[in-house]
T-cell receptor, first 117, second 113 residues
Framework: GAVVSQHPSRVICKSGTSVKIECRSL??????MFWYRQFPKQSLMLMAT?????????EQGVEKDKFLINHASLTLSTLTVTSAHPEDSSFYIC?????????????FGPGTRLTVT | QKEVEQDPGPLSVPEGAIVSLNCTYS??????FMWYRQYSRKGPELLMY????GNKEDGRFTAQVDKSSKYISLFIRDSQPSDSATYLC?????????????FGKGTKLTVNP
């Protein structure tokens, strides 16, 4: 199946700093990528849908100025958490669709655990 | 009412047992139904994918969708300790290339040797 990677896998930062998380599709070109957040014992919550070459579509309640998403190429999307606060600590997971596959599967990355101190 | 309801468990069974995992949903527009397996601190991995109603079998796994009852199930036969993980159901309403998946909370399963 298609492979999606994320970097870093874990990051600890101080309150007020910004953190960038990368999501890459390794063996396919992803025109659409998705960013999720998952709190402990909670479901994955979609934050935004990222389309290559255009602005991301954010879900209701997600601050687009705080969570900056850039999908500059067909294999890379980045999520930048700006001015991070402890409540932003969470597990961030990206996924991507493989346009070659005639289904609606999303292939997930391994996730990035963000801890804001 | 949440769009997708899933009992978080935890569920603990002995090795070899048949496991039944379920989700209910409220949005009748959902057409695509998926089950993901997520190991601790990892991203979800697609297990089963079903379009509309019916059954689908893949090895020890069987997915069932009953759209009239808005109820989906995943059965695991001859469960193994390696099946211990959190199982998430996910659903999507339509195609078009930018489908939004709505996830259940996940059910944590432990299979004891």
């Amino acid at each position: 199946g298609a492979v999606v990677s994320q970097h870093p896998s874990r990051v600890i930062c101080k309150s007020g700093t910004s953190v960038k998380i990368e999501c890459r599709s390794l063996d396919f070109q992803a025109t659409t990528m998705f960013w999720y957040r998952q709190f402990p014992k909670q479901s994955l919550m979609l934050m935004a849908t990222s389309n290559e070459g255009s602005k991301a579509t954010y879900e209701q309640g997600v601050e687009k100025d705080k969570f900056l998403i850039n999908h500059a190429s067909l294999t890379l999307s980045t999520l930048t958490v700006t001015s991070a606060h402890p409540e932003d600590s969470s597990f961030y997971i990206c996924s991507a669709r493989d346009p070659r596959v005639m289904s609606y599967e999303q292939y997930f990355g391994p996730g990035t655990r963000l801890t804001v101190t | 009412q949440k769009e997708v309801e899933q009992d978080p468990g935890p569920l603990s069974v002995p090795e070899g047992a048949i496991v039944s995992l379920n989700c209910t949903y409220s949005n009748s527009a959902f057409q695509y139904f998926m089950w993901y397996r997520q190991y601790s601190r990892k991203g979800p991995e697609l297990l089963m994918y079903t379009y509309s109603s019916g059954n689908k079998e893949d090895g020890r796994f069987t997915a069932q969708v009953d759209k009239s009852s808005k109820y989906i199930s995943l059965f695991i036969r001859d469960s193994q300790p390696s099946d211990s993980a959190t199982y998430l159901c996910a659903m999507s309403a339509l195609g078009g290339g930018s489908e939004k998946l709505v996830f259940g909370k996940g059910t944590k399963l432990t299979v004891n040797p």
